[in-house]
């Protein structure tokens, strides 16, 4: 049962668009979501968090949406460079669970076009 | 970024033997996790550490222990290696008064 889904393997953007990642999830007891960031021979490394009680959190080029009536958030990176293509994981935690979990989905592979 | 090391870096072993894989950190975090990475699956988590001696059962444990003896180190084992568990394995640490992670580099295995 996958409680954190992505459901776009993968997806390329030009150059100096705008790129939208998306993540659907099921447990309405999470409350903080996170994006990371992976590339190749590396480890995931974490990119931006917003939790239950915002809808947005902004962090240079990067945004953050959560929409909790449709259990959706996404990651907005605008303009997008080369130095964006890697593989992005949505993963959310629920406080009464344990803070200390996180469930991933399983990633999009974002190629930024140049 | 937390200081987090993996060993070894790749291995390849044989069906049937044991395997012990490393992480190792120095920010003195709490919790500590591994977790395993394969196509279509995302990042599984195995087991969890939140103290010394204390360790907790991820989603998918099956063939695999941990042991924590200090702060810093969290071994995972494989006691009788499987083809299944041909994966790239990450460590992953945080203090508990946040809910991110901070991941190791990886190491890839791969058992024949």
């Known amino acids: 049962d996958q409680q954190v889904k992505q459901n776009s393997p993968s997806l390329s953007v030009q150059e100096g668009r705008i790129s939208i990642l998306n993540c659907d999830y099921t447990n309405s007891m999470f409350d903080y979501f996170l994006w990371y960031k992976k590339y190749p021979a590396e480890g995931p490394t974490f990119l931006i968090s917003?939790?239950?009680?915002?809808d947005k959190n902004e962090d240079g080029r990067f945004t953050v949406f959560l929409n909790k009536s449709a259990k959706h958030l996404s990651l907005h990176i605008v303009p997008s460079q080369p130095g964006d293509s890697a593989v992005y994981f949505c993963?959310?935690?629920?406080?009464?669970?344990?803070?200390?979990?996180?469930?991933f989905g399983t990633g999009t592979r974002l190629t930024i076009i140049p | 970024d937390a200081g987090i090391t993996q060993s070894p870096r790749h291995k390849v072993t044989e069906t049937g033997t044991p395997v012990t894989l490393r992480c190792h950190q120095t920010?003195?975090?709490?919790?500590m996790y591994w977790y395993r990475q394969d196509p279509g699956h995302g990042l599984r988590l195995i087991h969890y550490s939140y103290g010394v001696k204390d360790t907790d059962k991820g989603e998918v444990s099956d063939g695999y222990s941990v042991s924590r003896s200090k702060t810093e180190d969290f071994l995972l084992t494989l006691e009788s290696a499987t083809s299944s568990q041909t994966s790239v394995y990450f460590c992953?640490?945080?203090?508990?008064?946040?809910?991110?992670?901070?991941f190791g580099p990886g190491t890839r295995l791969t058992v024949t």
């Open positions: 993963a959310a935690s629920a406080k009464d669970f344990g803070n200390e979990k996180l469930t």
């Open positions: 920010e003195n975090h709490r919790y």
């Open positions: 917003i939790s239950s009680i915002k």
């Open positions: 992953a640490s945080t203090t508990g008064a946040q809910r991110e992670q901070y």
